[in-house]
């Protein structure tokens, strides 16, 4: 679990638990009782514990009190807290569409091995039209085949993300995988949603030959690195593939030229340069990645000022947009654009993370030489893609005999990256 911002709040833990207890008409945010609830997963002890499950157990309808619970029921889930599951288990039957599918997560998060509770949360399928891709996935995870006759029909369903899951699920429970092309095939669908939640059946059903695909897709690295990741992770040890099979792909999505990506996206009239600086905003990186990829190819003498511009302006603290801006000056060879790289490269706040990897790169494709004391530092950061990207870039600027510190690294793809 991703815990960067989860003691954001600074409460105590007896303040959290005096909020949650406190009638709301006696607090002076009564999004508080929310607060406290979310704040409780810092403290997994029998008194937090017990505030959470009373939380639960208060049916006041008022609308403040049912978001706090449930998110006393997410946290629960989180904190993992079996003897929690009879009270969680009621709120599958939960008037409450949301509180019902916070329940199902949190089962899924604690675990079952109880055949009525999985029972309960197939007969959610038809009833819960908001959660069935959750309810699928839940339902997949703890092997229960008596809902495959259930789930088969939702292979066909409209909804793109609904359709990948039950496909994904289907294969898992029969062992036929003959259909999880389909899946595959989301990768380019259209729908941002499509592509980001397929990654995940991929993972799900350790669905291997899917690794060369997800590095294609034009979605974020973020998404496509934690797919390969994962599936690295069980397929190597498991003998299923080898670190040479992957090892392109992994490179490929470190480096996120936007030239490897295939997209979904295309541009009916040419674009013009200040059209594509805006796109570099979008939340689909599927537009931001077309949009580098033109700046590349249509105006490599204009763009570097334009991106500089924009960074001024705007994209040094929209972290989608800096990310972007950041490798485009790399690509560019735009050394006076260096300064930017070298701040982006420091930066250490958690949403700017990905900007330092990209930074790595652009270091190495600016043939900054008097960075390597730089990334020779950062090849010893826990951030899996910084580390990477360091490796990449020293070996970029004529320095690999950096990498032998490595060699007992305790991420497996660290250590295969350093001894091939």
């Not at 699928?136 to 703890?142: D, G, V, Y």
């Not at 034009?218 to 080898?242: C, D, M, N, Q």
Request: aromatic share 8%; glycine share 4%.
């Amino acid at each position: 679990m991703d815990n960067r911002f989860a003691n954001m709040f600074n409460l105590t833990e007896d303040q959290a638990i005096a909020l949650l207890k406190k009638p709301l008409e006696e607090l002076e945010e009564k999004s508080e009782r929310y607060v406290a609830a979310s704040h409780l997963i810092n403290f997994p002890t029998e008194r937090s514990i017990q505030a959470l499950i009373e939380t639960i157990e208060d049916d006041n309808p008022d609308m403040y009190h049912r978001i706090a619970r449930r998110k006393a029921v997410e946290s629960l889930g989180k904190l993992k807290v079996k003897p929690a599951l009879p009270i969680i288990k009621t709120c599958l039957r939960d008037n409450d569409p949301y509180t019902v599918e916070n329940a199902v997560w949190a089962i899924g998060e604690i675990g079952t091995d109880e055949a009525a509770i999985l029972e309960d949360i197939a007969c959610l399928l038809e009833k819960n039209q908001a959660s069935q891709r959750l309810i699928i996935q839940i339902l997949a995870k703890f092997n229960y085949k008596t809902a495959l006759d259930r789930i088969k029909p939702f292979t066909e369903s409209e909804d793109e993300t609904i359709a990948s899951s039950a496909i994904a699920t289907v294969a898992s429970l029969t062992q036929d995988y003959s259909q999880m092309g389909k899946v595959v095939d989301f990768l380019q669908h259209t729908s941002i949603n499509a592509r980001r939640l397929c990654i995940q059946d991929l993972i799900d059903t350790k669905y291997y030959d899917a690794i060369p695909h997800i590095a294609k897709s034009p979605i974020s690295l973020v998404f496509r690195l934690r797919g390969i990741r994962l599936l690295a992770e069980t397929g190597i040890p498991s003998g299923k593939i080898t670190f040479a099979d992957i090892e392109t792909y992994l490179d490929q999505v470190i480096y996120d030229r936007p030239s490897d990506l295939e997209m979904v996206h295309e541009y009916d009239q040419k674009p013009s340069l200040e059209f594509l600086i805006r796109e570099l905003y979008q939340t689909d990186f599927g537009r931001c990645y077309l949009a580098s990829k033109t700046l590349l190819e249509l105006y490599p003498d204009q763009a570097p000022e334009a991106l500089v511009a924009t960074y001024e302006t705007e994209a040094r603290s929209d972290y989608g947009a800096h990310y972007h801006v950041v490798k485009l000056l790399g690509w560019l060879k735009y050394q006076p654009g260096k300064a930017i790289i070298l701040e982006a490269f420091h930066n250490t706040q958690p949403q700017f993370r990905k900007s330092r990897g990209a930074a790595a790169i652009a270091l190495a494709n600016l043939g900054t030489i008097d960075a390597i004391p730089l990334l020779q530092e950062t090849i010893k950061s826990p951030i899996f893609d910084l580390k990477y990207a360091s490796l990449l870039a020293l070996e970029q600027l004529g320095a690999k005999e950096s990498w032998s510190i490595l060699a007992e690294d305790r991420d497996l793809l660290i250590r295969h990256k350093v001894d091939n």
